[in-house]
């Protein structure tokens, strides 16, 4: 797995992630610091999310149809670019809200033509894809574990313009990483140039439905995101700093981190023959972290449910994308990736949204209980689809870095598998 090639990504993606988890810090600490409130930072952050979830679907047909390599490699100089803008704002004191949010909105624009391709690089650069994400998923949780600090640290000392800037210099060198990498041929021979870009987001669509597990998991997870994902986040921040202080909060999201961690160690050795199964059983574990804060546990244990819970969600990212990128064809892959993502983030804005008036007529213990009940039931969900339980897993050549053609299947599932 550790090539030249797959190191320089494996770099690329760590650097990146670290730059990406500490510009909340940045933006809160700036925004607040030039006299805007927290609605303020909450709008600069919608216009990221928007940005990138409207334009993701029309990155993944530019990856199916040009350089992967390039575009990544320019998404990051854009982001360069608007990055170093907003330090410069920061350093003199010109920080205008309205500008901001459309430097937050390129960001996400840029992100959204840079993320389909991270699917198709990880099966074309190393021969054991699981191997790959789960060394990939350590590297990102690490980074999400150090850049908060990493960010408070230059905000104490420097100004929130320093992490603006140092934001910047990640995505130099992810550009430079993915500058000397050299990605093996593309295969792109099953969708002419002739159908044109509405053409290409008419098969990459037809191509998403005739998959039963990939579609299946994308509406089972909306549910998740509208009453678990979205609203445990600011839930669980309002209840523990209200009942333990903030650096109990900091504590806890401390233990999050670590299990995510521990998820991807375990996912590089664990290699289960129907991936998307042990997937699901691992994510029941995510329902600890919010059963633990509306039950109202104490500190230790509320950072045990986070714990358990991080290392369910790592391994089942880990399952999930490997699945992802060994079942469908490389010619196709950016755009299924790109609408994976797109309806995997749609309904978590919905979910942040009710998470107040819910939390209102119901009380947030009650709120948070609920959201680990719906974990439970979400996994039985994914667990009760036959397509999605009996996908069987697909390794790829040895060397080769393109998925193998996968075994063949009961005839109930064929049309499914791909």
């Not at 350093?91 to 309205?98: A, K, N, Q, S």
């Not at 053409?199 to 039963?212: C, H, I, P, Q």
Request: net charge positive.
């Amino acid at each position: 797995m550790w090539t030249r090639d797959f190191g320089l990504f494996f770099g690329a993606r760590a650097v990146a992630r670290l730059g990406d988890t500490m510009l909340p810090v940045a933006l809160a600490a700036g925004l607040l610091q030039h006299g805007h409130g927290a609605g303020a930072v909450g709008l600069a952050m919608a216009s990221t999310a928007a940005a990138f979830a409207s334009l993701v679907i029309f990155g993944g047909v530019l990856a199916d149809r040009f350089d992967t390599r390039l575009l990544m490699i320019g998404a990051d100089l854009v982001r360069v670019g608007t990055q170093s803008l907003a330090a410069a704002l920061f350093f003199t004191g010109h920080v205008v809200l309205w500008q901001i949010c459309v430097i937050a909105a390129a960001n996400g624009a840029a992100g959204a033509i840079f993320q389909p391709g991270v699917a198709s690089s990880v099966p074309r650069l190393a021969a054991d894809v699981q191997k790959a994400n789960g060394a990939i998923r350590v590297a990102e949780s690490a980074a999400q574990l150090a850049g908060p600090a990493v960010a408070g640290v230059l905000v104490g000392f420097a100004s929130p313009g320093a992490v603006f800037a140092a934001h910047a210099a990640t995505f130099a060198l992810s550009a430079a990483c993915l500058l000397l990498l050299r990605f093996p041929p593309a295969v792109h021979d099953s969708v002419p140039d002739s159908l044109g870009f509405r053409g290409d987001l008419v098969v990459g669509w037809r191509e998403f439905r005739a998959r039963t597990w990939l579609w299946g998991v994308i509406v089972i997870w909306c549910f998740l995101m509208i009453t678990t994902t979205g609203p445990t986040t600011p839930l669980v921040a309002v209840s523990i700093v209200g009942q333990h202080g903030s650096g109990a909060y900091g504590l806890v999201n401390s233990a999050l981190g670590a299990g995510t961690v521990v998820g991807g160690l375990v996912a590089l050795r664990l290699r289960p023959r129907r991936m998307l199964r042990a997937g699901a059983l691992a994510l029941t574990g995510f329902s600890a972290f919010p059963g633990a804060v509306g039950a109202g546990l104490s500190l230790p244990l509320i950072a045990v449910g986070a714990l358990i819970a991080g290392a369910g969600a790592s391994f089942w990212a880990v399952m999930w994308a490997t699945s992802v990128q060994t079942q469908v064809r490389p010619d196709v892959l950016n755009r299924i990736h790109a609408y994976d993502v797109a309806g995997s983030i749609a309904m978590l804005p919905v979910g942040q949204a009710l998470a107040g008036p819910a939390a209102n007529a119901f009380g947030t213990d009650r709120v948070l209980l609920t959201g680990g009940v719906m974990t439970l039931l979400v996994c039985a969900a994914l667990l009760a689809v036959p397509a999605i339980r009996g996908l069987q897993r697909v390794d790829t050549r040895i060397g080769g870095g393109q998925p193998a053609t996968p075994a063949p299947e009961p005839t109930r599932h064929r049309t499914e598998s791909h």
